[in-house]
């Protein structure tokens, strides 16, 4: 009586590897795009936070500006988010970008595609709200374009997400 051992050979375990790597390369763009999304729509997240943080401080005016002073701004350096007390550097809310995004100051116009974002030249820098929550375009602390009304989120070659300022 013969006994056969039973089990896969070394032919067999080494084409299943091959269909397992090949398939694992298929799926790499769809898996970077999905990352890709995860991360825009986390740093759009983010940015509606600051944005309804730094509205929310000025409307508080806790240094009780009056006029068109600035009562609280946004401000971005590289992927940092602080929100900060009227013209001073208390940091009252902070952030951190995902890597590898765009962030530019838009108007009411979209951006036709990735590519038209990347090529904009108003990067989020900073933004300055008086004591009624309204943004004030030419503010001395930092200056954003009167038409600027968005921030304009990309990442990679996804089509670009959109924050208000209000």
């Known amino acids: 009586m013969s006994r ?3 089990g896969f050979s070394l032919i067999e375990l080494m084409v299943t590897l091959a269909v397992m790597a090949v398939l694992a390369l298929a799926s790499m763009p769809f898996a970077r795009q999905w990352i890709d999304s995860n991360r825009q729509m986390q740093a759009r997240n983010l940015l509606w936070e600051a944005v309804s943080q730094t509205r929310s401080l000025a409307l508080r005016n806790p240094e009780h ?3 068109a002073a600035t009562s609280a701004r946004l401000q971005r350096s590289e992927r940092s988010l602080q ?9 009252l ?3 951190e970008l995902p890597r590898g995004g765009e962030y530019r100051l838009t108007g009411g116009d979209d951006y036709a595609d990735a590519e038209a974002l ?6 989020l820098s900073c933004v300055a709200f008086d004591n009624r929550g309204q943004r004030l375009p030419g503010a001395a602390s930092c200056s954003s374009g ?3 009304s968005r921030i304009a989120v990309g990442m990679n ?10």
Do not use: F, K, M
Request: hydrophobic share 40%.
């Open 65 to 67: 500006v009056i006029g």
């Open 93 to 95: 809310w902070q952030g």
């Open 83 to 91: 929100v900060l007390r009227g013209d001073g550097n208390e940091v």
């Open 4 to 6: 056969r051992a039973t």
């Open 118 to 123: 990347q090529a904009a030249a108003d990067q």
């Open 157 to 166: 070659s996804q089509d670009p997400l959109y924050v208000d300022l209000l």
């Open 146 to 148: 009167a038409t600027h």
